[in-house]
């Protein structure tokens, strides 16, 4: 691909996703949804420029665009793109495309702030306001054929981040040192920088690369790991820490290639390493082997966490598994794809049936405080026989 080559998500994949939100939007008795959240534009309308999609129950949707509309035309496959000034435009634009004022319409309420919130209902004074976020996220759940491409795209260039390690880690370095050399390795196979999530509050740089004990001291962040950071304004990930010898260095990255993630986590070594850490890692690997069997078409998520956790305890390491004593997160794998959080997750009593075409970062892990950080994490894409795993570099623990 040439540099001033636009990617462009081809018209059927948008069309494909929007009518199935439409599908869903009808047993709601739902009769438009305006989307206007990044992550959610990419994915019906395949730009981010600022805007707002409304997509009716049936017919076309229309992108309004407020800046920039000559970028969103190249970026977006979609047929109505048009010029917007002000959100209190959008009723004469529907009405000048002849779509009836919706009765109910539908918000991201999951992501939407309260301000704009209230700006919309005096501009829908006349209709319901609904939380359309749940079917936008049950539609973005399972992936085709072209996300999955793209997905595993990102997964390679993760493996080729991984592949990067033993070349550029050595003791003396700091933690933000050799995040900052893996980091340009990933921006030179054209990692987008950010890692976007969904979770108020949440929010990630490339992901998590700590070493040693620090790698085991936990954050404010939804994750096993969490690192010291740099400072309490961004208080995860690396550190300043200096990487010592015989002791574990956690590469816990997400590539973002072109608006899909890839999450991948490997354990490498500075020499040797106690009989524990090993022990448990190797645990964590015939977890990750069971839970790939298991997660078929079907079953429910949460009873995937359930066998994880067991085996945890059986292995005796059920106080440290996901995270360390009270702190531990109760989950063992989330969806991925345009967000880092999508459904389903792997969790305490989720119900959500798993269905082919899902993906799934699967990542058992036991934090040990005071002596760092083992485990594994993946790429996988549901399947009637269970996870295919897209992230395949070497899962032992690589000693450096």
Not at 277 to 291: F, N, S, T
Request: proline share 6%.
């Amino acid at each position: 691909m040439e540099p001033t080559e636009v990617p462009q998500t081809p018209f059927p994949e948008l069309e494909q996703r929007i009518q199935a939100l439409q599908t869903k939007m009808t047993a709601e008795d739902m009769d438009g949804i305006l989307v206007i959240q990044n992550s959610d534009l990419f994915y019906f309308a395949g730009t981010a420029q600022q805007a707002h999609l409304y997509i009716p129950a049936a017919g076309p949707p229309i992108l309004m665009v407020r800046k920039d509309l000559a970028r969103a035309r190249a970026e977006s496959a979609l047929e109505r793109i048009v010029p917007l000034s002000s959100p209190r435009q959008i009723p004469d634009i529907l009405h000048e495309y002849e779509y009836p004022q919706p009765a109910a319409l539908g918000l991201e309420c999951d992501v939407l702030p309260v301000n704009l919130y209230r700006s919309y209902q005096q501009t829908f004074s006349d209709c319901r306001i609904l939380d359309a976020s749940n079917l936008i996220r049950m539609t973005r759940a399972v992936k085709s054929a072209y996300e999955i491409e793209l997905v595993t795209q990102a997964a390679e260039r993760a493996d080729q981040v991984a592949g990067s390690m033993g070349a550029l880690l050595e003791p003396g370095l700091t933690e933000i040192e050799l995040a900052g050399l893996i980091e340009a390795r990933a921006r030179a196979l054209g990692h987008q920088g950010y890692v976007r999530m969904r979770l108020w509050g949440s929010e990630m740089f490339y992901g998590h690369l700590m070493s040693g004990p620090a790698a085991a001291v936990p954050s404010y962040l939804a994750s096993p790991t969490g690192g010291t950071g740099t400072s309490p304004a961004f208080a995860q990930g690396p550190g300043f820490r200096t990487i010592g010898r015989n002791e574990t260095v956690l590469l816990d990255y997400v590539f973002a290639w072109q608006g899909y993630l890839a999450d991948h986590t490997r354990i490498f070594a500075t020499g040797e390493l106690p009989d524990e850490l090993k022990q448990a890692h190797d645990a964590m690997l015939g977890i990750q082997e069971m839970v790939k069997k298991a997660a078929r078409p079907g079953v429910p998520a949460g009873e995937l966490y359930e066998l994880a956790l067991a085996r945890a305890v059986e292995s005796g390491l059920g106080n440290y598994f996901m995270g360390a004593g009270d702190r531990r997160i109760r989950f063992v794998g989330h969806g991925i794809g345009i967000e880092l959080d999508e459904f389903p997750f792997l969790a305490q009593g989720q119900q959500m049936p798993l269905a082919a075409g899902m993906v799934i970062a699967l990542e058992p892990k036991v934090v040990m405080p005071g002596k760092g950080v083992v485990g594994i994490e993946n790429t996988h894409v549901v399947t009637t026989e269970g996870l295919q795993q897209l992230t395949v570099f070497e899962e032992a623990i690589t000693v450096v």
